[in-house]
């Protein structure tokens, strides 16, 4: 073999050896890609604990006072919250047949109801565990404190969570679409006058001031009138504190809300106050006495579609 055919075929070799490499390294390449692929697919959101990579197919879900935003989006819990024999009366219809599982989270009543993720609130001090000690159960989210008291926002963040985010805006715009339509229909009912919303309990009263609970629905979102002393109450304080019957004399509402069950002992109380019967909505028999507070008292997007059905059945004639 001449020097020439020599060189070529060495050469040839070298390349051949040369493009063998190169495709076993991208095989290499490639099978490598799917495990990057399962890596990126991990979802991560920010928490108060910082950040929190959402676990996969959860079925059984603890959420203990936030159930309302679960049922929202579609999905049961495995336990309700609860306060001895007292729950949220008005999600009932969803969960009557539900354990319930006390407010301060005992971990043997978590424990014994497996869940596979635990949200919490983001005051942590109220429960019984720590949040390692929740942790260890059951992969925990805790909310952050703009995501525990805003209910658009937590129905935004379970959305993320449960893989449900078009159905947390679908609900959104619908609830939206209801608040522009009960305005209507409020403001041709009851035009510029004013409402109040008081709950009696025991024999104490508590008067909404503009931003607690449900009232936040009527002033904010349905944009009705609100009375002198609301607004001399300023904003609601954590602590809610009851109100005298002779403070109530001030109460220059047109229409009070007057939640109550049957046969409380402030309706009587009231009945017999010639202090209360001298306030505008009493005399003009526009005090209105619904039995259950429940939703009232609470903020979500089903517990706030509740209150506007209540005020509409109320207020418009």
């Not at 407010?103 to 949200?119: M, R, Y």
């Amino acid at each position: 073999m001449n020097k020439f055919l020599h060189n070529r075929l060495f050469l040839l070799i070298v390349t051949i050896g040369l493009i063998t490499f190169l495709a076993a390294c991208g095989n290499n390449d490639d099978s490598t890609a799917p495990q990057d692929d399962t890596k990126s697919s991990d979802v991560v959101i920010d928490s108060s604990k910082g950040e929190f990579t959402i676990p996969q197919d959860t079925k059984q879900i603890l959420a203990p006072y936030h159930e309302d935003t679960l049922l929202a989006l579609g999905v049961k819990p495995v336990a309700k919250w609860a306060i001895g024999q007292s729950v949220q009366d008005y999600l009932e219809p969803e969960m009557k047949e539900l354990p319930t599982i006390e407010w301060n989270l005992p971990l043997e009543q978590v424990l014994s109801h497996e869940p596979d993720l635990i949200i919490l609130e983001s005051n942590l001090d109220s429960y019984e565990g720590s949040y390692d000690d929740y942790n260890k159960i059951a992969p925990t989210y805790v909310m952050t404190e703009e995501t525990t008291s805003d209910w658009r926002k937590q129905l935004e963040v379970f959305g993320q969570i449960l893989g449900k985010e078009d159905e947390a805006t679908q609900a959104i715009k619908e609830y939206d679409d209801t608040v522009a339509d009960a305005k209507a229909q409020l403001e041709e009912a009851i035009g510029d006058e004013t409402v109040a919303i008081i709950w009696t309990t025991g024999d104490q009263f508590f008067v909404f001031e503009k931003d607690r609970h449900s009232a936040e629905v009527l002033y904010s979102e349905l944009g009705v009138q609100i009375p002198t002393l609301i607004e001399e109450l300023g904003e609601a304080a954590l602590q809610w504190s009851p109100i005298s019957i002779e403070k109530l004399s001030e109460l220059d509402a047109d229409h009070v809300i007057l939640l109550a069950e049957e046969g409380e002992q402030g309706l009587q109380t009231l009945e017999n106050s010639d202090v209360w019967n001298s306030t505008p909505a009493a005399q003009n028999g526009n005090v209105y006495i619904l039995n259950d507070a429940s939703n009232w008292t609470n903020k979500g997007l089903i517990s706030s579609e509740k209150t506007i059905k209540d005020l509409l059945d109320t207020l418009v004639k």
